[in-house]
């Protein structure tokens, strides 16, 4: 079968790497070729992972039969207009972005004008350390008969019944949760070290939520959100957009958008054991960049 990629980020890079050579010539593209600054680290990117990169979307999906979108959430109907034109007819397009329902409806009406067939796919945890085995849902009218196909790749699946937008749904609203709370215990994380009490507010948590290391824990959320954050802020947004297609009101997702969107910015390195730094340690190291970055 042949394999193409549009985006070759952390999703892309996992679930290739996975795969250990068991598909070759597989080809992608990724915008970042298009820039000067970002050109040569993803060329060598592509070289590291023994694939074939393109220099622009034809290049890579001209003859795919299976093509994985992996992109940043803000870019994934875009993607889709840029690709769309290009594609073979009856090619699969396995939209893995995270996206509103609405947002992937509108991608999923460009694929298939184009003759493709559309498949909505959620991604429902971190690609590392599972890489091509994290778990998915896919929805829509394709995605029955895909399974087998992705399922043989290997890839880890499980058809959701229902209409393009299903298995986003899921993934969308649980992100209200997941994603809100790593912005949550940040702040409060912060603030117990900004008030010195870091030693007492921390623990105390188990009170109230026993099972759950929650120094572990929120050292872990800070990390994700410090290396992930401006990702997680474009995935927040369309979480937003979900809600609101759902005539729901989303103050505190707004808030997340916010949250990751400022650790984004913090110019700490953090660190590669997290949960055995614990909170106060990472916290203590964000602190002070943190509140230079938001007076900036």
Known sequence: ????????????????????????GIRAY????DASTTAGPMWARYE???????????????????VFCTVTADQAVAAARAAAPHLARGAWWCDLNSCAPSSKREAA???EAAGGRYVDVAVMSPVHPRLNMVPLLISGPHAAEIAPVLEALPM????????????????MIRSVMIKGIEALSAE???AAVAAGVADEVIPSLAN?????????QIAYNMERALV???????????VVKTLSDLGLPASMTEATVRWQRRLSQVDVIPPEAPRETGAVAVAESVLPEFVKSIHK
């Open 48 to 66: 590291r992972l023994g694939i074939e990169g393109a220099e622009r979307p034809a290049g890579a999906v001209g003859r795919a039969e299976l």
């Open 156 to 171: 880890s699946l499980r058809v959701v019944e229902g209409e393009v937008g299903r298995a986003s749904s899921i993934k």
């Open 208 to 216: 109230n939520y026993p099972g759950t290391d929650w120094s572990a």
């Open 228 to 238: 992930h954050g401006g990702r997680r802020a474009a995935e927040m947004e369309e």
């Open 1 to 24: 079968m042949r394999i193409a990629f549009i985006g070759m980020g952390e999703a892309g890079g996992a679930l290739v790497a996975g795969w250990d050579g068991a598909h070759p």
């Open 109 to 111: 009406e460009v694929i």
């Open 30 to 33: 990724d915008i970042k070729t």
């Open 188 to 190: 409060c994380a912060l």
